[in-house]
């Protein structure tokens, strides 16, 4: 019902309108002149013409006019406002009939026209409704603005309010219901969402506390076996005879002692919580480097250069897990042989790795760094996808740059060390 009262409210304007479009377009045509009373004119002055005197009007009251002489002169007129000329006549549509008393022109007859004053008097009428109408048409429209600003602007602005705060993290605020509006049910809905959601972050709390002591748990057991290698190697480096061996345990005493470094990172943070490691960069000399990649290059894949001496602000454990990714990447997914630049520009310290392997689809490469992504020719080699992400986000924290690009032989790395006193 009050449907069809908004909708008949809305249309009586447009209806108003249309008729009186309707009726001014059939009563603005010409209004035609009345051919008898005309006539009758015509006959009464052909009549006294010799007598030269205004006709009276007899009967129904007969039309305005004046008359004129074969000469175009004015002889008499009933009213001021008739034409007075031929001219003028044409131009107000008037009526003009010669006048022939002894079968010869005499003069001119013009009979005014009504049909402007008529036209006129339709127009201000027509004007009026329309003017009513539209008046009528802002009334209603502003009716109907304040009931849908109340019905579903106001609704609206709560749940957006509401989406808002529940974007926020805020959960506990309900959503109050207004049965009222047509979107009381929508109202009920938002909240179960919001209570479900409440239920899902108490959830994921409980599992994130689970899974981070399911990893302190794990590290903790992982302790004895890397202890009980970094032993074995400790005993068989004392026992080796050779340069060779003593070497290869000097590597496995080395890989234990960043596996324990590694395993105390676990307690306080996850991959996921990436950003809780702590990267803390200071002054390290560059000579540095070339144990680093030592220690990285096990399979002796790469010929180390010299070092330019300078001082560079880097994480020393930071920096080798940066070098540890990349030679382990270029291991598992090229296996050739490996190029290693150095140089500095511009204050910073450039180390540039380089293998034989091809490299990687150039639309592959502006995701190389993301988190979990690898490239298509990974294959079935293990891996997560973490390591260039880590290694990216352990440069830019010392304030250096980790650049992935096609080399001329296969994919290059380069890792943009800051020098001391230059970093930011």
């Not at 938002?190 to 599992?207: G, H, I, N, Q």
Request: aromatic share 8%; with cysteine; glycine share 4%.
């Amino acid at each position: 019902m009050k449907k069809t009262i908004v909708l008949f409210c809305l249309l009586l304007p447009f209806l108003a309108q249309a008729a009186a479009l309707i009726l001014f377009a059939e009563n603005s045509q010409a209004v035609p002149q009345d051919t008898i009373a005309v006539n009758d004119i015509l006959k009464t002055i052909e009549a006294r013409w010799n007598v030269q005197e205004i006709p009276a009007a007899q009967g129904s009251p007969m039309p305005d006019f004046a008359v004129l002489d074969k000469d175009g002169q004015l002889l008499w007129k009933t009213a001021d406002f008739v034409s007075e000329s031929i001219h003028a006549a044409i131009q107000h549509r008037d009526t003009i009939l010669d006048i022939c008393p002894n079968g010869e022109t005499a003069g001119k007859l013009i009979v005014y026209n009504t049909a402007e004053e008529i036209f006129s008097s339709q127009k201000q009428t027509a004007v009026c409704i329309f003017i009513l109408s539209l008046l009528f048409q802002a009334l209603v429209l502003a009716v109907f603005i304040f009931y849908f600003e109340r019905t579903f602007i106001r609704p609206f602005q709560k749940l957006e309010d509401f989406a808002q705060r529940v974007a926020g993290g805020c959960l506990d605020i309900p959503l109050a219901m207004d049965r009222k509006n047509i979107f009381g049910a929508f109202t009920e809905s938002f909240d179960l969402m919001r209570t479900e959601l409440k239920k899902a972050k108490s959830a994921e709390a409980r599992a994130s506390e689970e899974k981070k002591e399911l990893v302190a748990k794990l590290s903790h057991d992982i302790r004895t076996p890397a202890a009980s290698i970094k032993a074995a190697s400790e005993l068989g480096l004392a026992l080796s005879e050779t340069e060779r061996m003593k070497d290869n345990y000097t590597q496995i005493i080395r890989k234990a002692d960043q596996i324990n470094t590694l395993i105390t990172d676990l307690f306080t943070a996850t991959l996921k919580e990436l950003q809780q490691l702590p990267v803390e960069p200071c002054e390290i000399e560059s000579s540095i480097l070339a144990t680093l990649l030592e220690n990285a290059d096990y399979l002796h894949h790469a010929v180390i250069p010299d070092i330019p001496e300078c001082l560079l602000y880097a994480d020393k454990l930071r920096l080798q897990q940066v070098i540890d990714n990349i030679f382990a990447n270029s291991y598992k997914y090229a296996d050739t042989d490996i190029t290693i630049r150095v140089c500095q520009r511009k204050g910073c310290f450039i180390l540039e790795i380089e293998d034989f392997g091809g490299g990687v689809p150039p639309e592959e490469l502006a995701v190389m760094k993301h988190k979990f992504q690898r490239g298509s020719n990974a294959k079935d080699a293990q891996g997560a996808g973490l390591g260039l992400y880590i290694s990216d986000y352990f440069m830019k924290e010392m304030g250096g740059e980790l650049i992935v690009k096609n080399g001329e032989n296969g994919l290059n790395v380069k890792v943009v060390i800051m020098l001391a006193g230059r970093a930011a």
